[in-house]
């Protein structure tokens, strides 16, 4: 299984980003589809989860900004990051979930600007 991530870019602050990660090599559907992030000097956080029940969690930083959303007839996830702020700035990863295995994508950068 492999998960490609796109999306990541510059904007400046206030902007708007859409982060896809399109899952290939697999027909199952993952249990958890998730959003992480590290930012220079620190610890990759979580951002969002989408569970395949529909259950959606959300780090505090980012709620009432960002949302995911999942198409498991594509097997990709999204997260769609409104009014961005520097401290947004991170590389963003996707995480995906199933029974068998567990799944990175290889991270897309994320710079706000001032």
């Known amino acids: 299984v492999q998960l490609q991530a796109s999306g990541g870019g510059l904007v400046q602050a206030g902007g708007s980003l859409r982060l896809s990660c399109a899952a290939a090599?697999?027909?199952?559907?993952?249990?958890?589809m998730a959003w992480y992030r590290q930012a220079p000097g620190k610890q990759r956080e979580l951002v969002a989860r989408?569970?395949?029940?529909?259950?959606?969690n959300y780090a505090g930083a980012v709620k009432g900004r960002f949302s995911i959303s999942r198409d498991d007839a594509k097997n990709t996830a999204y997260l769609q990051m409104n009014s961005l702020t520097p401290e947004d700035t991170a590389v963003y990863y996707c995480?995906?979930?199933?029974?068998?295995?567990?799944?990175w994508g290889q991270g897309t950068l994320v710079t706000v600007s001032s």
């Open positions: 989408r569970t395949l029940t529909g259950g959606i």
């Open positions: 995480n995906y979930r199933s029974g068998v295995g567990d799944y």
């Open positions: 090599g697999t027909m199952f559907s993952f249990s958890v």
